[in-house]
């Protein structure tokens, strides 16, 4: 059985066009007193205008950390990127003064952050901070910016603009809140917005009405999105295609459809067969054993190994390239990758 | 300033609530018309009541022996506040809550304690809900301070690691701090806590939604081996509809302090009659892509209302897409619907809707 490792480019799945965001070989690792932990480890993908790439992933995996590189607001120290690319527009974003860096997001790239209540400032009305990002990145009056604040709010549906851009954020509601997030990562019409677990702290009926709100923007906007989330049901309704995180490595990369028909990493698989269905009501769920790593021991091989029931000696020695993934035949899946020395049994067996 | 506190309906029709009782034995747990409102005050030296948030008001539902009642709603709806006045750490403001046909909402003193043995709750935060400063053996065994009767003194350190090992942990951990163990593995630590006076009802609030997705499915588990080997009677709260729908024998929709819809697993998801419940079933993102193009989605417009001022009638017919003016009039109870009264259909099951109707939607199944 021979491995097919294939070069950073393929592995994404590109072709064409260069994408809006290329991430290449991303290390990072957070420097503690009780040593050194690694994050990510050599992170590969890609995002192009009008896409819509989902990160998945439990608490632990990277896929946070990995995009607050991307967005440069890492806390360094402890944090540090040690290696890799960032390739925005075809230009590589760490060789960036902060200055430079600081022009780039808010104008280019935005982020949508899970908490908005701890997002927002609490000692300015929603219509100020709004403002400030004309005010700071267009040097437009106060006036202007305020005009501009409430076109916004109309913009993410929020009744009442007019009166309500005056007020606090505490005086809206957790759904309201989170749409002035989305107002605000809007503003100046970036080419690519990093959403991380923007409907979390949601409940699930104003969930699906944010969720509607993104895609619809995204749409008109033909803007590229990075959608960080754990939830694979939220994942399902909109991605385009999805990279699977486990202890800082994309373990699997597939488009959507593909991915939760045929998995082909045990992980995956593992995480789609433990949710609930209909004809096992009363039987016992599937259960991954064991628990996701500690990023300042990641077990040698394959981080996975110990949780695997697929596990054998090579995935306790060898760390498993990203393979591409073929048909039993040879016929290439495009946009496919596994990070398992098993990944024809796990996707054809 | 607050509008007057209007008058709850407290008919709210005991015996609609109670479903029809096919082979369950005798209910262990019977609430009656439960209220919990918390007053809302003005002024610093005469405190004066100006109003009260409704959190609880007028639930009504039997739980069975050996059975898991699943409790859903969205954040705001009461499910947690529920769960606290059934355990009596918060005090009911009107209605019964009946253990074995006994009174508990109002019992005090030894009477309470006694009664406490027999429900108890895993909470949903293991990371707060655990003392850091005791060992998981002082954890485990504080219940056999307050009750000394069900583990001897000498007993107690055998009956704490039986307890870890029942709920899968190594019983050579006893003397371990909470931070040393993950967030799944201190839930069980919750959940042996609330086994170790061998109750009868366990009420869980969320008690998988703070853990990882890999995680989950083993909590999951443990808790119905758990059903199975003791008998227990769960309340489950949670939001995840497909977890409550795996878990759970019948399902209660809450919305703003009230009971909507009540029924049987397949009842509610498969012929919810109630168009809160359907919205709640069609917004749940499925972990299916197939069809996601087609699917029909109930988009709620706003949020959920204040429990302190909450709309007259029907509380969810600010959000309701098929809300008249009977809605906001008359308070709909909680029974079998008229239009299917009498009929041999799963639709023919508790929902509070003057407009009930059967409706197939595609959710979280």
Known sequence: MSSTAVSARAKTGDTEETPLLQ?????????????????????????????????????????????????????????????????????????????????????????????????LNPV?????????????????????????????????????????????????????????????????????????????????????????????????????????????????????????????????????????????HPYTRGLLDSIPRLDQKGQELYAIKGLPPNLLRIPSGCAFNPRCPMAQDICRSEVPPLHAVTEEDGRPLPGRGSACHFWKETLHG | MASPVSAVPTEDAIEAAVEKPVERGEPILQVRDLEKHFPLTQGILIKKQVGAVKAVDGVSFDLY?????????????????????????????????????????????????????????????????????????????????????????????????????????????????????????????????????????IIADEPVSALDVSVQAQVINLLEQLQNEFNLSYMFIAHDLSIVRHISDRVGVMYLGRMVEIGSDEEIYEHPTHPYTQALLSAVPVPDPSGREGRERIILSGDIPSPANPPSGCRFRTRCWKAQEKCAIDVPLLAVPEVFRGQDTPAAHASACHFAEDVDVVGAS
């Open chain 2, 65 to 201: 022996q050996g059975e898991t009642l699943g409790i859903v709603g969205e954040s705001g709806c009461g499910k947690s506040t529920l769960a606290k006045v059934l355990m009596n750490l918060e005090r009911a403001t009107a209605g019964q809550v009946l253990y074995k046909g006994e009174d508990i909402s109002k019992a005090s003193g030894r009477a309470l304690k006694a009664i406490r043995r027999n429900i108890q709750m895993v909470f949903q935060d293991p990371y707060t809900s655990l003392n850091p400063r005791m060992t998981v053996g002082d954890i485990i065994g504080e219940p056999f301070e307050i009750h000394p009767e069900v583990a001897p003194k000498g007993d107690r350190r055998k009956a704490v690691q039986d307890l870890l090992d029942v709920v899968g942990l190594n019983p050579e951990y006893i003397n371990r701090y909470p931070h040393q163990f993950s967030g799944g593995q201190r839930q069980r630590i919750g959940i042996a806590r609330g086994l170790a006076l061998k109750p009868e009802v």
């Open chain 1, 124 to 264: 300015h009305t929603v219509g100020t901070q709004l403002g400030e990002m004309y005010r700071v990145h267009k040097g437009s009056s106060k006036k202007e910016a305020k005009l501009k604040a409430v076109e916004l709010m109309e913009r993410v549906g929020i009744p009442g603009a007019k009166e309500r851009v005056n007020q606090y954020p505490h005086q809206f509601s957790g759904g309201m809140r989170q749409r002035v997030m989305i107002a605000m990562a809007l503003a100046l019409e970036p080419d690519l917005i990093i959403a991380d677990e923007p409907t979390t702290a949601l409940d699930v009926t104003v969930q699906a009405q944010v969720m509607e709100l993104l895609g619809d923007l995204q749409r008109e906007y033909d803007m590229g999105l990075i959608l960080i989330t754990h939830d694979l049901g939220v994942v399902a309704d909109v991605a385009d295609k999805i990279a699977v995180m486990y202890a800082g490595r994309i373990v699997e990369t597939a488009p959507v459809h593909e991915l939760y028909a045929r998995p082909a």
């Open chain 1, 23 to 119: 991430v290449r070989d991303l290390h990072v690792e957070f420097r503690t007193r009780d040593g050194v932990a690694k994050a990510v480890n050599g992170v590969n993908y890609s995002v192009r205008a009008g896409e819509t790439l989902a990160i998945l992933g439990e608490s632990g995996s990277g896929k946070s950390v990995s995009s607050q590189a991307v967005m440069g607001i890492l806390d360094s120290p402890p944090g540090f990127v040690t290696g890799g690319e960032i390739l925005f527009k075809g230009r590589d974003l760490l060789k960036l003064s902060n200055e430079e860096r600081r022009k780039v997001r808010g104008a280019q790239m935005a982020m949508v952050f899970q908490d908005a209540l701890s997002s």
